[in-house]
């Protein structure tokens, strides 16, 4: 059997086969293994995610950097205002609590909460940044007090 392989992007599909179909059943997704060089298809495997995707930061100081952890943690000591660095679209989690004020970036669009600063209270905080363009930000959270 003869045809042809066509690659675009991360896919590839062999075509035009010489039984007269264009199956695409042979139609796989390529992973690129920058440690090996080799291509491979499959299914992305969680150690092959980032940093920004499976790790939590115990110790969240007040700048959100968005390339870097999935979640983050902070007990808040004193009035807080948050900042976020290297924007990007995605979602982070933030776990906060401390009796103290807590000020979002402006940008930050609470659709739902808000902070709970009473003693000892855990606040769940979800953001979703839709657009990252300076001047354009587009983000939205929304706050749950919660008791692990």
Same mark, same amino acid.
């Given at each position: 059997m003869t045809g042809s392989l066509l690659i675009s992007g991360?896919?590839?599909?062999?075509?035009?086969?010489?039984d007269g179909t264009n199956d695409s059943a042979y139609s796989h997704s390529l992973l690129y293994d920058d440690i090996s060089g080799d291509? =491979? @298809?499959g299914k992305i495997t969680f150690d092959r995610l980032g940093d920004e995707y499976t790790q939590n930061d115990p110790s969240l100081g007040t700048t959100v950097d968005w390339s870097s952890y999935a979640t983050y943690q902070k007990v808040l000591t004193g009035d807080t205002t948050l900042t976020d660095s290297n924007l990007r679209v995605g979602t982070k989690t933030l776990i906060i609590s401390g009796s103290f004020?807590?000020?979002?970036? =402006? @940008?930050w669009n609470i659709i739902d909460g808000s902070y709970d600063g009473s003693s000892g209270q855990k606040n769940a905080i979800v953001v979703t940044c839709?657009?990252?363009?300076?001047g354009s930000e587009e983000v939205i959270a929304s706050i749950k007090p919660y008791t692990p």
């Amino acid at each position: 059997m003869t045809g042809s392989l066509l690659i675009s992007g991360s896919t590839f599909e062999i075509s035009d086969l010489t039984d007269g179909t264009n199956d695409s059943a042979y139609s796989h997704s390529l992973l690129y293994d920058d440690i090996s060089g080799d291509v =491979t @298809y499959g299914k992305i495997t969680f150690d092959r995610l980032g940093d920004e995707y499976t790790q939590n930061d115990p110790s969240l100081g007040t700048t959100v950097d968005w390339s870097s952890y999935a979640t983050y943690q902070k007990v808040l000591t004193g009035d807080t205002t948050l900042t976020d660095s290297n924007l990007r679209v995605g979602t982070k989690t933030l776990i906060i609590s401390g009796s103290f004020t807590l000020t979002v970036p =402006t @940008y930050w669009n609470i659709i739902d909460g808000s902070y709970d600063g009473s003693s000892g209270q855990k606040n769940a905080i979800v953001v979703t940044c839709l657009v990252a363009t300076g001047g354009s930000e587009e983000v939205i959270a929304s706050i749950k007090p919660y008791t692990p």
